[in-house]
């Protein structure tokens, strides 16, 4: 199907464990981008990718690591988890030229007990 | 203080009243303004947005830009139950595919029947 995926849909991890979250795009955008969802916070963006191989910090990278050796693929990896690090977790990517372009995943609810 | 501040409500009102939602902002930069709707255990998806200052209208949602003063709004009529969600404001200064968005922490709304 087409459209942005994420998975898994929710994850609970212990403090201190690596766990990474997938996200996959069939329309071959060049833009990715990774946000997380606070309650009190809206939308924070941790990092984002202009191309393979290309990536950048966002407002709240530390404690994630992130990769894009396919166009198709975003992963987000938590090194260590961490209790503040409780969150939803979205994907989103955009289309190049308009505002209706950029379209979110449903999300990674992640828990760190 | 944050870049974009969002009341977070909640607000509940009755099925058939006027909701208005509303967003200030400190970035003069900001020139492309959004509201995003988003269900419950859901990404958010595009509701409308709207170029530098004015009015917008698609069907009973109606969204205002004023930069002079720093505040957007959006309006529903005739709120129905199917608009119970949280809406989101974001902000953006640019329109290509690298933008990042700006998020309020989003208005959870409730219609009741």
Same mark, same amino acid.
């Given at each position: 199907d087409a459209g942005i995926t994420q998975s898994p849909r929710y994850k609970i991890t212990e403090t201190g464990r690596q766990v990474t979250l997938m996200c996959h795009q @069939?329309?071959?955008?060049s833009y990715m981008f990774w946000y997380r969802q606070d309650l009190g916070h809206g939308l924070r963006l941790i990092y984002y990718s202009a191309a393979a191989d290309i990536t950048d910090k966002g407002e709240v990278p530390d404690g994630y690591v992130v990769s894009r050796s396919k166009t198709e693929n975003f992963p987000l990896t938590l090194e260590s988890a961490t209790r503040s690090q409780t969150s939803v977790y979205f994907c989103a990517s955009s289309e190049s @030229? @308009?505002?209706?372009?950029?379209t979110f995943g449903s999300g990674t609810r992640l828990t760190v007990v | 203080q944050k870049e974009v501040e969002q009341d977070p409500g909640p607000l509940s009102v009755p099925e058939g009243a006027i909701v208005s939602l509303n967003c200030t902002y400190s970035n003069s930069a900001f020139q492309y303004f959004m509201w995003y709707r988003q269900y419950s255990r859901k990404g958010p998806e595009l509701l409308m947005y709207t170029y530098s200052s004015g009015n917008k209208e698609d069907g009973r949602f109606t969204a205002q830009v004023d930069k002079s003063s720093k505040y957007i709004s959006l309006f529903i009529r005739d %709120?129905?139950? %199917?608009?119970s969600a949280t809406y989101l404001c974001a902000m953006t200064a640019? %329109?290509? %595919?690298a933008r990042q968005l700006t998020f309020g922490s989003g208005t959870q709304l409730t219609v009741l029947p």
């Open positions: @069939t329309w071959s955008h @030229t @308009t505002i209706e372009g950029y | %709120s129905q139950p %199917s608009d640019t %329109s290509g %595919s």
